[in-house]
């Protein structure tokens, strides 16, 4: 089991950062795909970026040039980060930590409780 708790979310002004934290805990954490998924009520949950336990990354094409994910294995917890720069209003939503594809771990798919992030103009 992979346990994930989200952090950093809050309240900014358009062009502000934000850098959200998720710790993931549990035997199996640092062998699992982390990802940042965002969403607005009424609409799907979107992906915004992933990295693989071996720190390749995926961000999402519309935040390319803003948002960088990153994780850190080396402690006993797996700490994932996405740091946010040049928030837009759109970018305003619920982010959900993910963990899936974990080794060792049957049909993997865990996800953290969400924070709120809300870019005012």
């Known amino acids: 089991q992979v346990q994930l708790v989200e952090s950093g979310g809050g309240s900014v002004q358009a062009g502000g950062s934000v850098r959200l934290s998720c710790i993931a805990s549990g035997d199996k954490a640092g062998g699992c795909t982390m990802g940042w998924y965002r969403q607005v009520p009424g609409q799907q949950r979107e992906g915004v970026a992933e990295i693989s336990r071996d720190g390749r990354t995926n961000v999402l094409g519309s935040v390319k040039d803003r948002f960088t994910i990153s994780r850190d294995n080396a402690q006993k917890n797996v700490f994932v980060y996405l740091q946010m720069d040049n928030l837009k209003p759109e970018d305003t939503a619920m982010y959900y930590c993910?963990?899936?594809?974990?080794?060792?771990?049957?049909?993997?798919?865990?996800w953290g409780q969400g924070v709120q992030v809300t870019v005012s103009s």
């Open positions: 993910k963990a899936d594809e974990c080794l060792g771990i049957v049909n993997a798919n865990y």
